[in-house]
């Protein structure tokens, strides 16, 4: 199935992370954060640090993943400029010393390094060392084609996912459902359909649960005039998509229900309008929030409007009021305003789009229609 896809340009990445060493200020960084080391090298383990230097690559792990570290930096291509060392801790340090020891300015991923080991560190090597932020990150912001390729096709599993399991909500009334229940039919869907795991814990949140943004499935019993909030997505290949349908049992909504699904639909049909290169993720962020807001529901709309969507399911941009970041081709963020009101109800509507040069594209497709 990988065949049908374009490759990931792993082998361009290590290079292109040392271009940034000037902007950071080092001239060797030790990678601790497992996503990273996966986007630099392909390398998928569950143990494993990354050091770069100007002229070298360093991974260390231990014996579990001795042919897995192997295979996996050969397939990628990354083998031509990453060296491996298996062994135990004092292998891996002894290695990874010797990698870095003559560098000037170390730098570690500030955001992943607790300050004990950070300390352990700059004791044994004797230099004051440089936290760096967001450095591997920076460059994960905008997709390669064989990284929105794979993005794609975990949406199209979603999507098809969802299509098998509805009926279950519109047979509710007559053969009950709970939250749970529906969400392992969900997640059991998306496995069978090809993903290699969820994206995140599945929501679903019916009648009064669904006011709550990041409700977690439980015992509650799915019923007829509910609204129910399902928040979902699949990985492929260590890919992620996410997406937000809201439907009401057994038919539309009413009263002040109605006024939120109507004014939800609108503010994310203007977000993902808004979505473009050039746009500031902030831009996209304000568009949603106005709609809300002219709507008189401004302090219903309690989260951010967006997120970025990769290795991770939460990565930069940030989609917010405070995102710094212009959206650029092949940037991939979420649209998902949400209005919730204790008592009523709650609606959220999410797509997932990549930004392209004359636009976006909406990965996730699922129809918006609200009975199920």
């Not at 570290?69 to 062994?87: C, M, T, Y």
């Not at 990985?235 to 997406?243: A, L, N, P, Q, V």
């Not at 038919?251 to 049909?269: C, H, M, N, R, Y």
Request: one cysteine or more; hydrophobic letters at 45%; glycine letters at 12%.
């Amino acid at each position: 199935m990988a065949d049908e896809f374009r490759p990931l340009d792993v082998v361009g990445r290590i290079p292109r992370l040392r271009e940034r060493f000037g902007q950071l200020g080092v001239d060797a960084l030790i990678i601790t954060n497992l996503t990273n080391v996966r986007y630099l090298t392909g390398f998928t383990g569950s143990a494993a640090i990354l050091a770069v230097t100007e002229d070298r690559a360093l991974l260390v792990t231990d014996g579990r993943y001795r042919t897995q570290s192997a295979e996996q930096i050969a397939a990628s291509g990354a083998d031509r400029h990453v060296e491996i060392v298996i062994g135990g801790g004092s292998e891996q340090t002894q290695a990874l010393d010797a990698m870095v020891g003559a560098a000037d300015r170390i730098g570690l991923e500030g955001d992943d390094v607790t300050w004990s080991r950070a300390t352990a560190i700059e004791t044994r090597l004797g230099k004051t060392l440089v936290a760096t932020s967001g450095a591997v990150e920076a460059l994960r912001e905008v997709k390669d084609g064989g990284e929105i390729d794979r993005m794609r096709h975990a949406a199209s599993i979603a999507d098809a996912a969802l299509e098998t399991v509805l009926p279950l909500l519109s047979a509710a009334p007559q053969q009950p459902i709970s939250e749970e229940a529906f969400a392992l039919a969900l997640d059991s869907a998306m496995r069978g359909l090809g993903a290699e795991s969820v994206a995140f814990e599945t929501i679903v949140a019916a009648g009064e649960n669904s006011a709550k943004p990041h409700h977690h499935p439980t015992d509650r019993m799915i019923a007829l005039g509910d609204p129910v909030v399902v928040d979902f997505g699949a990985t492929f290949e260590g890919y992620r998509s996410d997406m937000t349908r809201t439907f009401v049992v057994g038919g539309q909504p009413t009263g002040k229900l109605k006024e939120i699904f109507d004014l939800v639909a609108k503010s994310q049909a203007a977000g993902v309008a808004a979505v473009r290169a050039g746009v500031g993720a902030a831009t996209v962020d304000d568009v949603c929030r106005s709609v809300i807001a002219e709507g008189g529901m401004a302090e219903r709309f309690e989260h951010s409007t967006g997120h970025g969507v990769g290795l991770d399911i939460h990565e930069i941009p940030w989609v917010s009021a405070v995102g710094t970041a212009t959206l650029a081709p092949g940037t991939v963020v979420t649209v998902e305003p949400g209005v919730y009101v204790a008592g009523v109800g709650g609606v959220r509507i999410e797509d997932t789009l990549v930004v392209t040069e004359h636009g976006s594209e909406t990965l996730t497709r699922f129809t918006k229609e609200i009975a199920a």
